[in-house]
């Protein structure tokens, strides 16, 4: 780096001397910077927002979206919605939903590369909040993700007990119309979230992917967290 040389100055404007210096340092430094941003902005950025039932990967969902422009695939509401449509898929997807159970690995993957297909190319980053559930699943997405050159950059689990998932649920279940937010399903989808999903987290460990968050306390702390893995990447 080139030095830049100032003639020696009486002690009054040594002051001034130091000043000129900060601010020329200051001001390679927002160069630095703004380019830094630019470089963030234009990589893409493919996030896996994982966790129990409950554990506010929508919610979040919605902050990163807002925030960062992602765009968003959550398998829950697209099967929800060809539920809402009464399509052949939809009333297929009701039959495991309502009790709690997992849609089979095939007809899933088969569902998300179609959805992710629809971003088009040159997308800043997709979100996908409820995907992979099974190892399988994780399997299928890295290699739907090769073939298309891209790939997951983080996958963050958001961490909240159960006592607590519980809770948020009953509250949720007594408006969201969601036919499983009941008691019954509810118990029955954290089992198969424990069986079926949960060692993703050492799959996701094992890939260099993994970052923990407690997803307790305050939406806006969770999301500052959310942003210090995403900005980091
Ligand atoms: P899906 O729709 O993905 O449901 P889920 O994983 O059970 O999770 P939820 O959507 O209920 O919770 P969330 O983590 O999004 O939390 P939210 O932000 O809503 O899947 C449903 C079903 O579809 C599955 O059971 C399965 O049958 C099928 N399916 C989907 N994907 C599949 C796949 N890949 N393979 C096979 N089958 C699949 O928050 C929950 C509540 O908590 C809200 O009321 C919210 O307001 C509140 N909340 C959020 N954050 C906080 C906070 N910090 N403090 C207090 N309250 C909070
Ligand atoms: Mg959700």
Request: charge should be neutral; hydrophobic fraction near 35%; charged fraction near 30%.
């Amino acid at each position: 780096m080139r030095q830049i040389k100032l003639p020696h100055l009486p002690s009054d404007i040594e002051e001034r001397k130091s000043d000129l210096m900060t601010d020329l340092w200051y001001k390679g430094k927002e160069t630095q910077i703004k380019q830094d941003t630019v470089k963030v902005k234009i990589r893409m950025k493919n996030i896996v927002i994982f966790g129990a039932p409950g554990s506010g990967k929508g919610t979040q969902s919605d902050l990163m979206i807002e925030y960062y422009g992602l765009g968003h695939i959550s398998t829950g509401d697209v099967l929800r919605n060809e539920i809402k449509k009464g399509t052949e898929l939809g009333k297929l997807a009701a039959s495991y939903i309502d009790g709690g159970n997992l849609i089979p690995d095939d007809l899933m993957i088969s569902i998300l590369a179609k959805v992710y297909d629809e971003f088009g190319r040159g997308h800043k980053g997709v979100i996908f909040d409820g995907f992979p559930r099974t190892i399988p699943q994780a399997e299928a997405l890295k290699k739907m993700l090769d073939e298309r050159g891209d790939k997951v950059a983080a996958m963050i689990e958001l961490d909240v007990p159960e006592d607590e998932l519980m809770d948020r649920l009953i509250k949720r279940g007594k408006d969201s119309g969601r036919a499983d937010d009941n008691e019954e399903t509810i118990k029955k989808r954290l089992v198969v979230y424990h069986s079926q999903t949960q060692p993703l987290i050492e799959w996701y460990k094992k890939e260099g992917l993994h970052h923990h968050i407690n997803g307790s306390g305050t939406l806006e702390r969770i999301f500052a967290d959310i942003k210090n893995v995403i900005d980091n990447l």
